[in-house]
């Protein structure tokens, strides 16, 4: 990765020269320092940290590594104390998730530290693996700041590694210590996709269940058996015995069946279904729908980066809709794919590049599904890329790169077309530069469409109390909303809450969080869904 490793302006400390020179007048070319190779010899004794996704992502990758074979730790979800660190050895003006990821990693070498390490021995003992990125945000500058920050806090030889998802195999060459394997990848895969639904359906079903604190209980023991599952299958098979390229075809394809649909993987995903089926539900609660979006850090965090926001809306008595990393990776592909057809006829292999982004969007859509299905077929569909940036286009260009693009205001506008929630919210971190884009387009839209309740909020280390304010003002509209939506639904059935209640009541798989009903919208709240379902089932079976 190149370019300036700070803000002209914005920045107390002047970004360092490649030598160690802070010869700002250089005219030489800044060139990110390179980290020394993390070898094969150092990954038996070095622990690999990484993290700032949710807990349940991190779990289960954390698994996939340990089956490969590597020492890995999974960084706790980053607090408002690690935001401060950031703060302090971070240069100023970048935007909040860096201050929470960067502050986050320099508490945890600070830890080791407490516990009697040397930093030489932290230096030497633990590298720091995230994920890197090049474009017109911050996001390019988070591998220097990372660098910067442990130096700045007294570990100057700490290893950053970084992954470019388009760079995978190259990266890989440079850091052989860590091999890409196929068994690597596709566990991967499974652990990005399945983090994704319990993520998903953990805040489809814990509105309505019966027991307090039984969902996040089913949650621990489904996670824990998806991530044992993972740790024992993600070993790569031993080196084939030499072949031609029709027998590595067939090794190939054996391993993608064996990691995509191997009996062992399907069996995992049955008991962790048959484990979350045990929470008793009541979907006749009336509940506003709240669609959380905005910029993917923030959004995807379940700790103080948004201000804890989804427990809050849940204390609040509301059903949040949230968005998978699923979401962000098909949203990154069809990207790419509008560049390509953008060069059409510039470059050669436009047909071959085009067929690769159509047929990986097309699988991980499709491994989604199946392992959805899987888990309950109660988790959201993928989004579908080509609608939003249709739906975006005359607001706001798709090839406008940058943070989540276009995506806010496309989803704003599915919102509005689908009516699917009481509550359109959307968290833009402080500093962040796309998010301030897309606010503006927002505002626009809600001006345009009244019906649309919509919130913008923005997180910043502090301001809590005021941002949950405007939530629970929000809410409060919402809440109508639900309440009225549903009563409309109750008299269109012609019949009372009570009698649903009580023909529920008789039939208990109606109180299983699996329980198939039509989720179409409009109405948007569960329980005005569930009451037209459960009204006609009454009328069907003559009640
Ligand atoms: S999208 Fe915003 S918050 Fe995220 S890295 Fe870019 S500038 Fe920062």
């Known amino acids: 990765m190149s370019?300036?490793?700070?803000?002209?302006?914005?920045?107390?400390?002047?970004?360092?020269?490649?030598?160690?020179?802070?010869?700002?007048?250089?005219?030489?070319?800044?060139?990110?320092?390179?980290?020394?190779?993390?070898?094969?010899?150092?990954?038996?004794?070095?622990?690999?940290?990484?993290?700032?996704?949710?807990?349940?992502?991190?779990?289960?990758?954390?698994?996939?590594?340990?089956?490969?074979?590597?020492?890995?730790?999974?960084?706790?979800?980053?607090?408002?104390?690690?935001?401060?660190?950031?703060?302090?050895?971070?240069?100023?003006?970048?935007?909040?998730?860096?201050?929470?990821?960067?502050g986050n990693l320099i508490d945890f070498l600070r830890k080791?530290?407490?516990?009697?390490?040397?930093?030489?021995?932290?230096?030497?003992?633990?590298?720091?693996?995230?994920?890197?990125?090049?474009?017109?945000?911050?996001?390019?500058?988070?591998?220097?700041?990372?660098?910067?920050?442990?130096?700045?806090?007294?570990?100057?030889?700490?290893?950053?590694?970084?992954?470019?998802?388009?760079t995978a195999i190259r990266e890989g060459s440079r850091h052989p210590g860590l091999r890409y394997t196929l068994e690597f990848g596709l566990g991967m895969l499974n652990a990005l996709i399945a983090g994704d639904i319990l993520f998903d359906i953990s805040y489809r079903i814990r509105p309505f269940e019966v027991q307090a604190g039984a969902t996040d209980e089913a949650l621990d023991s489904?996670?824990?058996?998806?991530?044992?599952?993972?740790?024992?299958?993600?070993?790569?098979a031993p080196p084939p015995s030499p072949g031609g390229r029709l027998r590595t075809l067939r090794r190939i394809l054996r391993t993608v069946a064996r990691q995509l649909r191997?009996?062992?993987?399907?069996?995992?995903?049955?008991?962790?279904?048959?484990?979350?089926?045990?929470?008793?539900?009541?979907?006749?609660?009336v509940k506003p729908v709240v669609r959380v979006t905005g910029e993917f850090y923030s959004a995807l965090s379940e700790g103080d980066a948004n201000y804890c926001l989804y427990r809050y809306l849940e204390r609040e008595g509301a059903e949040v809709r949230v968005d998978p990393i699923t979401n962000l990776i098909l949203y990154w592909l069809y990207e790419a794919r509008l560049n390509n057809r953008r060069r059409r006829g510039l470059r050669?292999?436009?047909?071959?590049?085009?067929?690769?982004?159509?047929?990986?969007?097309?699988?991980?859509?499709?491994?989604?599904?199946?392992?959805?299905?899987?888990?309950?077929?109660?988790?959201?569909?993928?989004?579908?890329?080509?609608?939003?940036?249709?739906l975006a286009q005359p607001y706001f260009d798709p090839l406008a790169r940058g943070g989540e693009g276009h995506l806010p205001a496309g989803r704003a506008l599915e919102a509005v077309e689908d009516r699917n929630c009481h509550l359109f919210l959307t968290v833009k971190p402080f500093g962040c530069m796309p998010s301030t884009q897309a606010d503006g387009v927002l505002a626009l839209l809600a001006g345009r469409h009244p019906e649309l309740l919509f919130l913008p909020l923005e997180t910043l280390g502090e301001?809590?109390?005021?941002?949950?304010?405007?939530?629970?003002?929000?809410?409060?509209?919402?809440?109508?909303?639900?309440?009225?939506?549903?009563?409309?639904?109750?008299?269109?059935?012609?019949?009372?809450?009570?009698?649903?209640?009580?023909?529920?009541?008789?039939?208990?798989?109606?109180?299983s969080p699996f329980y198939r009903f039509p989720r179409t919208t409009p109405p948007a709240g569960t329980a005005a869904q569930f009451a037209l379902h459960a009204a006609e089932r009454m009328r069907r079976e003559g009640w």
């Open 262 to 285: 191997g009996a062992d993987w399907q069996e995992a995903l049955e008991q962790a279904r048959e484990r979350l089926g045990q929470v008793k539900v009541d979907w006749l609660r």
């Open 463 to 511: 301001g809590e109390v005021h941002a949950l304010n405007r939530v629970q003002m929000a809410l409060t509209d919402a809440r109508r909303q639900a309440r009225e939506e549903f009563e409309a639904v109750i008299r269109q059935t012609g019949r009372s809450l009570e009698e649903i209640r009580n023909f529920v009541q008789q039939h208990p798989e109606m109180q």
């Open 112 to 166: 080791l530290a407490k516990e009697g390490r040397s930093p030489e021995e932290v230096s030497r003992d633990f590298v720091y693996f995230t994920i890197g990125g090049c474009g017109p945000c911050r996001f390019g500058m988070y591998e220097s700041e990372y660098r910067q920050a442990a130096e700045e806090a007294g570990f100057p030889d700490f290893r950053v590694l970084t992954f470019l998802a388009n």
């Open 3 to 102: 370019g300036t490793a700070s803000t002209p302006g914005c920045s107390h400390r002047p970004p360092r020269a490649p030598s160690g020179r802070s010869d700002f007048a250089s005219k030489s070319h800044y060139r990110a320092p390179r980290t020394p190779p993390f070898t094969p010899e150092e990954a038996e004794k070095t622990t690999i940290l990484f993290g700032n996704l949710t807990p349940k992502h991190d779990a289960l990758i954390e698994a996939v590594f340990q089956g490969c074979g590597y020492n890995c730790r999974a960084l706790p979800t980053p607090t408002r104390a690690n935001y401060l660190t950031g703060v302090e050895f971070c240069n100023h003006g970048l935007c909040n998730p860096n201050y929470y990821t960067a």
């Open 222 to 236: 489904a996670l824990r058996q998806l991530a044992s599952a993972l740790r024992s299958r993600a070993r790569p």
């Open 348 to 390: 050669p292999g436009y047909w071959k590049k085009e067929a690769l982004l159509a047929l990986a969007a097309h699988l991980w859509a499709w491994h989604y599904r199946f392992t959805a299905r899987r888990l309950g077929e109660v988790a959201g569909e993928p989004e579908d890329q080509q609608r939003i940036g249709r």
